[in-house]
Every structure is written in structure tokens, then in C-alpha cells.
């Protein structure tokens, strides 16, 4: 894990390969806890090609001076993330 909140990503590579490119993080909360929304893509190794760009929000949290993953979840597609902004702006109106 990462000593600091800049550092956290979601970017995983495997023999050569990024098999999870992060696109783009927006941090919306920090201190102990914290809070970050990743915009990313998976690498589809039958279509040898990325997939569609997918979110997720994840929660950090500092102990021993790293943060460890505790919680995420995953928008997995635009049409998702569209209905999930609908209902906050429905509820924040």
C-alpha cells in the first residue's frame, strides 16, 4: 500500500501488461479515512484491447503510517453512473 494519498491508485500491471489503466482519480475526502473515485479501464486480453471505462469509489483508511483498501464499489458502466447521479440530484434538489 501507499504512505500517501497521491500515491493510491487503481493501475495494476502484470507480466508487462497493465491490466487495469487508471484514466483519471478525483480525492473526495482526506485524514485517516479517505475517500477517492477512480476512472479506469480492464484490459480485455481476448479482444486484445480495453474495455469500457468503468468508476469506483474506494475507501482508505492510514494505519502505521500506509493506507489499506477497506471498502470499494464498482460503477461498471456509464449508463449506471448516469441513474446513480439522477437519484443524488433527485435527493440533494
Not at 477512480?38 to 469506483?56: L, T
Not at 449508463?79 to 443524488?88: F, H, N, R, S
Request: charged share 30%; proline share 1%.
Amino acid at each position: 500500500m501507499s504512505e500517501t494519498i497521491e500515491d493510491l491508485t487503481v493501475e495494476y500491471i502484470e507480466d508487462g501488461i497493465t491490466k487495469v489503466k487508471q484514466l483519471d482519480k478525483e480525492i473526495l475526502s482526506k485524514g485517516a479515512w479517505c475517500t477517492i473515485m477512480f476512472k479506469y479501464q480492464d484490459w480485455n486480453a481476448k479482444d486484445n484491447a480495453y474495455g469500457p471505462e468503468k468508476f469506483s469509489i474506494r475507501r482508505f483508511q492510514k494505519q502505521n503510517g500506509r493506507y489499506f483498501l477497506k471498502s470499494k464499489f464498482t460503477i461498471s458502466s456509464k449508463d449506471q453512473a448516469e441513474k446513480i447521479i439522477a437519484v443524488l440530484k433527485k435527493w440533494m434538489s
